[in-house]
């Protein structure tokens, strides 16, 4: 074995067998032909754990082609483990380019975020999906959800979120916030914070969701009604901040909270690194490329920013602050 | 030529990289319907299978996937033994059995309804239909309604079959069981996933 005198690993083209590729996608044809129904598939074995994003490294490796530019993210960052692990993985095994770039991806695989920046038609985001079943938690028996959906019995969902107003007094569901896509079938939108729900709703893109460990393939097509769950006198809500990306200023986007030291000090950031980078060097970075548009602009020129200190606050923001008790 | 050779000749010649290239063009074309998606002609199998239906039959189906033909492909040895050489895919005993059927002549096919249409639990175990058409633009129009389609599409595939309209307003109203069609001419290749909607033109 001389494996280290080439570029690119030993494996077939995107690591999958042929006949793997072909299963999936076909199962990937039949979700877009069915929005929202979760088509079962042989999940294989990947070099990294279950729960790790094996069900969108699937799906990413049996679509993805020479000439596709790849980005990896998780919770918005392209910088973490998860994203980091599965673009080096993508790297060795097809040798295409990766970007974190989110304008210049043909492919954006996501762990539970939808980038700021707006889809367009010709990218496809991947979803690693923990549990696509929507209705699991609330009936554990693969049988009688599977008959849920058949029927289109989705009353008990409602009661859920029924209860969450009878104890909160709102819908106290942050993430994983159900959708009805297509007036048909209840989705999981993945963990993805209720804030991007709305960017699932018409989005030029292509959206695939891949289960590796639940064995499931979803999907949205472009230009499809993704309708959040809720009730006329609780409509459906996306979390506000009270305060701006402590890096760039940016406002109406999602923020992670950072813990800086031992002693409560903390600061909220932008989820999404891609974008926080990109309004830091606006306008004059190469990395922006001269590209004006949807670049969430706003920063004054004329005053550098540097990142402030933060300081511990006596009131700090949270998830879903904003929101009044009723 | 004789059979033996006829029925080995004519794959992909990169299958990893053909086969990629057929299935993003089939998934562009699923995902945004009556979008006309391009296909290199790959495949040359024997007649009277097209080169984009034979490329799309070898993209997608193996052993795990019945076919079924229709009579004009299915009286053709060469057809027959050139799709089991390089795919492998055992041919259907009825058109209910098959994940996919290839249909030579559309304007003479059987009803839509006679093929899979999956059940309501598992409305993914339908039939795929691979059409071959002459050209999208020479028949009636069909207005395009649906997930997928921003506002409006309009193709006119030529040769559909016999009161197509009707037989896919059955298919809609099945919803979410049904059939998804592929359509494909000489250089490209149109889809009719069943979320799609045919809006009757006023005349």
Request: charged share 20%; with cysteine.
């Given at each position: 074995m001389?494996a280290?005198?080439?570029d690119?690993a030993?494996?077939?083209?995107a690591?999958l067998?042929?006949?793997?590729?072909?299963?999936?996608?076909r199962?990937i044809l039949k979700?877009?032909?069915?929005p929202?129904?979760?088509?079962?598939?042989a999940?294989?074995?990947?070099?990294?754990?279950?729960?790790?994003g094996t069900?969108?490294?699937?799906v990413?490796?049996?679509i993805i082609g020479?000439?596709?530019?790849l980005k990896?993210?998780?919770q918005g960052a392209?910088?973490?483990t998860?994203?980091?692990s599965?673009?080096?993985?993508?790297?060795?095994?097809?040798?295409v380019?990766v970007?974190?770039?989110?304008?210049?991806?043909?492919i954006i695989q996501t762990?539970?975020r939808?980038?700021?920046?707006?889809l367009?038609?010709d990218?496809?985001?991947?979803?690693q999906?923990?549990?696509?079943?929507?209705l699991?938690?609330l009936?554990?028996?693969?049988?009688e959800?599977r008959?849920?959906?058949?029927?289109?019995?989705?009353?008990l969902m409602?009661v859920?979120l029924?209860e969450d107003?009878?104890?909160?007094?709102r819908?106290?569901?942050?993430?994983?916030?159900?959708?009805?896509v297509?007036?048909r079938?209840?989705?999981?939108?993945?963990?993805?914070?209720?804030?991007?729900n709305?960017?699932m709703?018409r989005?030029?893109?292509l959206?695939l969701?891949?289960?590796?460990?639940?064995?499931r393939?979803?999907?949205?097509?472009?230009?499809t009604e993704?309708v959040?769950?809720?009730?006329?006198d609780h409509?459906?809500?996306v979390q506000?901040?009270?305060?701006?990306c402590?890096l760039c200023?940016?406002?109406?986007?999602?923020?992670?909270e950072?813990i800086?030291?031992?002693?409560?000090?903390?600061m909220?950031v932008?989820?999404?690194t891609d974008h926080?980078?990109?309004r830091?060097?606006?306008?004059?970075s190469?990395l922006w490329?001269?590209?004006?548009?949807?670049?969430?602009?706003?920063?004054d020129?004329s005053?550098?920013?540097?990142?402030?200190?933060?300081?511990?606050?006596?009131?700090?923001p949270?998830?879903?602050?904003?929101?009044e008790i009723? | 030529m004789?059979?033996?050779?006829?029925?080995?000749?004519?794959?992909?010649?990169?299958?990893v990289?053909n086969?990629?290239?057929?299935?993003?063009a089939v998934?562009?074309a699923m995902?945004?319907p009556?979008?006309?998606?391009?296909?290199?002609?790959?495949a040359?199998?024997?007649?009277p299978?097209?080169?984009?239906a034979?490329?799309?039959?070898?993209?997608l189906?193996?052993n795990?996937?019945?076919?079924w033909?229709?009579?004009?492909?299915?009286a053709?040895?060469?057809?027959?033994s050139w799709?089991?050489?390089h795919t492998?895919?055992?041919?259907?005993?009825t058109p209910?059995?098959?994940?996919?059927?290839?249909i030579?002549?559309p304007?003479?096919?059987m009803?839509l309804d006679?093929?899979s249409?999956g059940?309501q639990?598992?409305p993914?175990?339908s039939?795929?239909?691979?059409?071959?058409?002459?050209?999208l633009?020479?028949?009636?129009?069909?207005?395009?309604?649906g997930?997928?389609?921003?506002?409006s599409a309009?193709?006119?595939p030529?040769?559909m079959p016999?009161?197509f309209v009707?037989?896919?307003k059955q298919?809609?109203?099945?919803f979410?069981?049904g059939v998804?069609?592929i359509?494909?001419?000489?250089?490209g290749?149109a889809c009719?996933?069943?979320t799609?909607?045919i809006?009757?033109?006023e005349?």
């Amino acid at each position: 074995m001389t494996a280290q005198s080439t570029d690119i690993a030993t494996y077939n083209f995107a690591y999958l067998d042929e006949q793997t590729k072909r299963m999936i996608r076909r199962a990937i044809l039949k979700g877009i032909a069915i929005p929202g129904y979760q088509v079962p598939f042989a999940s294989r074995e990947m070099p990294m754990p279950y729960g790790w994003g094996t069900g969108g490294v699937q799906v990413t490796a049996s679509i993805i082609g020479p000439d596709d530019v790849l980005k990896v993210i998780d919770q918005g960052a392209d910088d973490t483990t998860n994203a980091v692990s599965i673009r080096a993985f993508f790297k060795k095994v097809t040798n295409v380019a990766v970007t974190t770039d989110t304008a210049s991806a043909t492919i954006i695989q996501t762990r539970h975020r939808i980038p700021e920046h707006p889809l367009t038609a010709d990218q496809v985001l991947v979803y690693q999906v923990p549990i696509p079943e929507p209705l699991r938690f609330l009936e554990p028996r693969e049988t009688e959800t599977r008959k849920m959906h058949a029927l289109e019995e989705y009353g008990l969902m409602h009661v859920k979120l029924y209860e969450d107003i009878a104890k909160h007094g709102r819908i106290a569901t942050t993430y994983a916030y159900p959708v009805k896509v297509e007036g048909r079938y209840v989705m999981d939108p993945s963990p993805t914070p209720k804030f991007d729900n709305p960017k699932m709703h018409r989005s030029p893109a292509l959206q695939l969701f891949g289960a590796g460990r639940e064995k499931r393939i979803y999907a949205v097509p472009p230009f499809t009604e993704v309708v959040s769950l809720d009730f006329e006198d609780h409509p459906f809500e996306v979390q506000t901040f009270d305060q701006p990306c402590a890096l760039c200023a940016a406002e109406n986007v999602y923020l992670d909270e950072v813990i800086l030291d031992d002693h409560g000090g903390h600061m909220f950031v932008c989820s999404d690194t891609d974008h926080c980078e990109k309004r830091r060097n606006a306008p004059t970075s190469p990395l922006w490329g001269g590209r004006a548009e949807g670049a969430g602009g706003g920063l004054d020129q004329s005053t550098p920013h540097s990142t402030p200190t933060p300081a511990p606050r006596a009131d700090p923001p949270h998830k879903g602050e904003g929101k009044e008790i009723r | 030529m004789d059979i033996a050779a006829q029925s080995i000749e004519g794959g992909f010649a990169d299958p990893v990289f053909n086969a990629q290239t057929v299935f993003r063009a089939v998934m562009d074309a699923m995902a945004r319907p009556g979008s006309v998606q391009p296909l290199p002609p790959f495949a040359r199998p024997p007649v009277p299978l097209s080169a984009a239906a034979g490329a799309i039959a070898l993209a997608l189906c193996d052993n795990d996937t019945p076919l079924w033909l229709d009579p004009a492909l299915q009286a053709s040895t060469a057809v027959r033994s050139w799709l089991g050489f390089h795919t492998g895919a055992p041919l259907a005993n009825t058109p209910a059995d098959a994940h996919f059927a290839l249909i030579a002549a559309p304007a003479e096919m059987m009803a839509l309804d006679g093929f899979s249409q999956g059940t309501q639990d598992y409305p993914d175990r339908s039939t795929t239909l691979i059409l071959h058409v002459s050209d999208l633009v020479s028949g009636t129009p069909l207005l395009l309604e649906g997930p997928g389609i921003e506002t409006s599409a309009t193709i006119a595939p030529a040769q559909m079959p016999r009161h197509f309209v009707e037989q896919w307003k059955q298919n809609n109203k099945r919803f979410p069981r049904g059939v998804d069609i592929i359509l494909v001419t000489a250089d490209g290749i149109a889809c009719l996933p069943r979320t799609t909607r045919i809006k009757t033109m006023e005349a």
